[in-house]
């Protein structure tokens, strides 16, 4: 039986049935980057998994490097709030059964637009999937948002805790990104507009990547001001990245100024093409779809693979798959959003 299984049963339950998490990890440089992402517990709640495109292999590469990760988990106001520290291990030995898992745990209805399993199935580029499993090795919550300015409680994992290590590392290198990057006062722009909460994440004393979502933001010259939560035991200071809802995300210093903290952004990270058209997740354009599939073959060859056959039908739902599922089903946030700001679209 898995440590987490010590928590508190409120604390337990929201991150068994939760759906999205902001997920970080440490680039080459240092810097730790979220990436809002699903996310799937193995059945004995002894890692916290989720997943990455093949052809956008980037956070992978990333935990591989480093396997310090962590992972904000969030829920509605009157629920806890959960940080996990994390030791990564990333599975791509298997890409068929990475996709067949993916399948199972995620469903596809949720980022559909309405079309139907055999269209959705075509999408082979985005059921190719690197999957990443995080051993916990602490836990910080909180009860619910309104505590977040006071001391969280603590689980720490056991000292003789083993960390799996990640499959070897494939050949050759990663290809930089296909997807355009745009001047960061644009990007800013747009995401002041779109109403999402930003996240910030920096390092702790531990050198982990942690996130937690800010109170409050509002632009600055050199980037963003920011009101964050005062009872978070490590410093908003030093490398960071700042990502609304996975749709714009941005890197540079964080800094506190008096009570707020300020991001110094130094760029803006590409965009994918859904992040600006969600229809492209499972529907992409032409061009879209020709980069990724170039890069699907690339990356699938790095790794001496053959490119995953997806079924026909898709596999039946995990246990936990459809605690999450009921969860989606009773409207409850299911990536720490509001209502208003659309935490119940794709």
């Not at 009921?326 to 946030?333: E, G, K, M």
Request: hydrophobic letters at 35%; a neutral charge; charged letters at 25%.
């Amino acid at each position: 039986m898995s440590g987490l299984h010590d928590l508190p049963k409120r604390v337990f339950e929201l991150v068994e049935s939760g759906v999205v998490a902001e997920f970080s990890t440490v680039s080459a440089a240092g810097i730790p980057i979220d990436t809002p992402t699903y996310y799937f517990p193995a059945d004995d709640m002894a890692t916290i998994d989720l997943a990455t495109g093949l052809p956008n292999p980037a956070k992978a590469e990333r935990a591989r490097r480093d396997a310090r990760t962590g992972l904000l988990i969030e829920g509605r106001p009157d629920e806890p709030v959960v940080v996990v520290r994390a030791r990564a291990a990333v599975r791509d030995a298997d890409i068929q059964a990475n996709a067949l898992r993916y399948i199972a745990e995620t469903g596809y209805k949720g980022i559909s637009h309405g079309i139907t399993w055999e269209e959705a199935r075509q999408a082979i580029t985005y059921w190719s999937r690197i999957i990443i499993e995080n051993t916990p090795e602490r836990v910080y919550w909180w009860e619910n948002q309104a505590a977040l300015d006071g001391p969280p409680q603590v689980w720490r994992a056991p000292a003789d805790t083993v960390y799996p290590a990640s499959d070897p590392a494939p050949a050759d290198k990663m290809k930089p990104s296909a997807w355009p990057v745009r001047p960061w006062q644009d990007v800013a722009r747009d995401a002041l507009a779109g109403g999402n909460p930003g996240h910030l994440s920096v390092l702790d004393d531990d050198g982990y990547p942690l996130p937690m979502r800010a109170r409050s933001c509002e632009p600055v010259d050199e980037g963003f001001r920011l009101g964050m939560p005062k009872g978070v035991p490590w410093r908003f200071t030093g490398k960071a990245s700042l990502t609304f809802a996975g749709y714009q995300t941005f890197v540079g210093d964080a800094a506190v100024d008096g009570r707020d903290v300020v991001l110094r952004v130094e760029r803006s990270l590409p965009q994918h093409p859904s992040a600006l058209d969600t229809k492209q997740v499972l529907q992409p354009s032409e061009d879209t779809r020709a980069k990724a599939r170039a890069r699907l073959e690339y990356e699938a060859k790095r790794r001496g693979q053959s490119l995953p056959r997806i079924p026909d039908q898709p596999p039946a739902r995990t246990r936990i798959a459809l605690i999450r599922q009921a969860r989606i089903a009773s409207d409850a946030p299911i990536t720490g959003l509001t209502e208003e700001h659309g935490n119940r679209t794709t």
